[in-house]
């Protein structure tokens, strides 16, 4: 497993990779969520390309850039484990350069619910994607469901820019209690643990009122608040169809069921297609 830090070194390795490439972006502290995109990228692609970098330009002012979890020897044990051709680990240096060109989310789906809460978050993962996508050539990149809202505006941004990667929207992993899988529950002490279960417990919510036949969205949503309301501080709670937009029943087939809030200082979220 070849472990490069630079730029050029990346290129001329790209270059010289035969057959179909398969690519795994991450900010590291890898979890079983971040080795089922690589596993599967192993399963379809004859070469796979894991990035490991923690993208400066997605956080904001006040958010947890300087203490997010980094665990380089772990995760290098992981990939190659996992038969990984190549880590790229670039030094945020090297990935900007000052005064760039850049690219900025879409106005309306950029910035509405995460968006919202995290003005900008997106321009930087936007920016960042495509500048990976850019190096790395691939034909297929994953990305897991969990960040939804991020996975659409990738999936956007490779057809609006015309790109030729696929874009492989991989399902979310849970613990056995139901906590989706984030390097960020590291934080979460033991009762923070369980206060953070009932993002998932909202959702199964939702989804067995949608099983009896419950379609109004304000009941769902006011049920799950009634749940998330016990344990956490709720940032958002939405139904909308699966391009984000708001919407007044539920459509099986193309509703997309979203949470985020606070548990302590850790901010999770979560979601559920139905
Ligand atoms: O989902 C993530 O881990 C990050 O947003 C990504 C896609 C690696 C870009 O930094």
């Given at each position: 497993m070849l472990i490069i830090k630079d730029i050029d070194e990346l290129k001329r390795a790209r270059a010289s990779m035969e057959g179909s490439v398969g690519f795994v972006p991450t900010m590291g502290a890898l979890h079983p969520g971040h080795l089922s995109l690589i596993q599967r990228a192993k399963k379809e692609n004859e070469r796979v390309i894991v990035s490991i970098f923690v993208n400066p330009t997605q956080f904001l002012e006040g958010e947890d850039l300087e203490k997010y979890p980094k665990k380089e020897e772990a995760d290098l044990k992981i990939c190659k484990h996992a038969g990984v051709d190549v880590v790229f680990m670039p030094d945020a240096m090297m990935m900007y350069a000052k005064d760039e060109m850049s690219i900025i989310a879409p106005q309306v789906r950029g910035y509405l619910l995460e968006g919202e809460k995290r003005p900008g978050h997106f321009d930087g993962v936007l920016r960042v994607v495509l500048k990976l996508l850019n190096l790395t050539r691939p034909w297929k990149a994953y990305f897991g469901k969990k960040d939804a809202q991020q996975l659409a505006l990738i999936q956007s941004m490779v057809q609006d820019y015309f790109l030729d990667t696929v874009i492989v929207p991989c399902d979310i992993v849970r613990d056995s209690d139901g906590l989706a899988l984030s390097?960020?529950?590291?934080?979460?002490s033991g009762e923070e643990k369980t206060q953070a279960l009932s993002l998932s417990r909202s959702l199964r919510i939702a989804t067995k009122m949608i099983s009896s036949g419950e379609r109004n969205i304000k009941t769902i949503r006011d049920a799950m608040i009634d749940e998330l309301s016990q344990y956490i501080k709720i940032d958002y709670v939405a139904i909308v169809d699966r391009k984000f937009q708001n919407i007044e029943q539920i459509i099986i087939g193309d509703t997309i069921i979203l949470v985020a809030g606070f548990v302590g200082a850790t901010r999770l979220i979560d979601n559920i297609q139905v």
């Open positions: 390097s960020r529950n590291v934080y979460l």
